[in-house]
């Protein structure tokens, strides 16, 4: 009979190799089992890795028009309290003046004044929100201020200067004599040559429109997600604020005070109108960006789905294969210690 020796350290490499192999598929188990995706898709894959690749760029992709759309939410939510409060102010300057109704005691005149005068500088306030840095009504100039920290003084004494100048070119001595005609003739003179772009810093288009922000809502959808300070509803509301603030309380007589009231009326209940049509805009936008959230949500959850199936493992299955792996390594330890430790000289 014929014996072939077998020596300790043979076996010892035999379970050192035995560990690393194990070491190795443990790290791969180890990733797999928290990711719940193969360690190395390419290897898994082969040919069909490009497919993987389509799918995870497609997915990327969806969730990335996602989240640009939540800054677009952003901005339309707080285009739509900016232009709510505007629309307000516009019926508190409205109800003000319905509420003088002829009223010529000095004190109310004031308090009209005074209201005027408040909603201007809400209105110029309102104007000028910024969300993440960029001015909401300034159209594509979003790092421009809409309107001068000197809006209201500038546009006032531009008014004022206009006022005089009438007067003076027309024999007027004082406010009290102005007569309906004449005050009529001076404010509708005074809008028709009022060039709204030219107080405001929102961007204009060739034709002198304004231009506002637009934003890829979807694979195919663009919409606009901003308003611009150039629209009529804010010059409205520009105009009837400086015209009752610096006329009301100016001793005109009744006559010319009716006509003021009357044009105040007009251009409030014009700017409630505009500003809420620009309201009812941006609100078309959010429900279209609310639509296509969805649109793109549900075809994300297919798209991962797919690539789910094309590279997910079975993480309690690879927990258990890690776990025999880990116990296997922990026994091959265990014996190459006891082999190392072998020595003739235990049995001599």
């Known amino acids: 009979m014929k014996t072939t020796p ?99 005691d000095a004190s109310s005149l004031s308090v009209a004044a005074t209201t005027a005068k408040s909603v201007l500088e809400n209105f110029t306030s309102y104007s000028n929100t910024a969300v993440n840095g960029e001015y909401l009504f300034s159209g594509i100039n979003t790092d421009a201020q809409t309107l001068d920290d000197t809006f209201i003084p500038d546009i006032t004494a531009d008014f004022n200067t206009a006022f005089s100048d009438y007067m003076s070119s027309n024999g007027i001595a004082s406010p009290a004599d102005m007569t309906a005609s004449d005050m009529s003739t001076f404010l509708s003179d005074y809008q028709d040559s009022f060039n709204w772009s030219d107080w405001n810093n929102a961007s204009v288009d060739a034709d002198g429109a304004g231009t506002v922000m637009s934003s890829r809502i979807s694979t195919s959808e663009t919409v606009s997600t901003s308003t611009s300070a150039n629209s009529d509803g804010f010059k409205s509301l520009v105009l009837a604020g400086v015209i009752s603030s610096q006329l009301v309380d100016r001793g005109l007589s009744s006559s010319a005070l009716a006509v003021v009231n009357d044009t105040t009326t007009s251009l409030a209940g014009a700017a409630i109108s505009g500003v809420d049509t620009q309201r009812a805009k941006i609100g078309l936008s959010q429900e279209r960006v609310e639509k296509a959230n969805t649109y793109m949500s549900a075809q994300k959850t297919i798209i991962d789905t797919q690539l789910t199936n094309l590279i997910g493992v079975d993480t309690y299955e690879a927990s258990t294969r890690l776990t025999t792996l880990l116990n296997q390594v922990e026994t091959s330890y265990t014996i190459t210690s006891k082999i190392q430790g072998l020595s003739l000289v235990n049995f001599l």
């Open 6 to 104: 077998i020596s300790s350290l043979s076996i010892s490499n035999a379970m050192q190799l035995t560990v690393s192999n194990a070491q190795t598929e443990i790290s791969k188990l180890q990733k797999e089992a928290v990711t719940g995706t193969y360690a190395d898709v390419g290897l898994e894959l082969g040919t069909r890795t490009s497919t993987n690749l389509d799918y995870t760029r497609e997915s990327s992709r969806l969730q990335s028009i996602v989240d640009s759309n939540a800054l677009a939410e952003q901005r339309m939510d707080a285009s739509q309290l900016a232009l709510q409060n505007m629309s307000s102010s516009a019926q508190t300057l409205l109800n003000s003046v319905i509420a003088l109704s002829g009223n010529t």
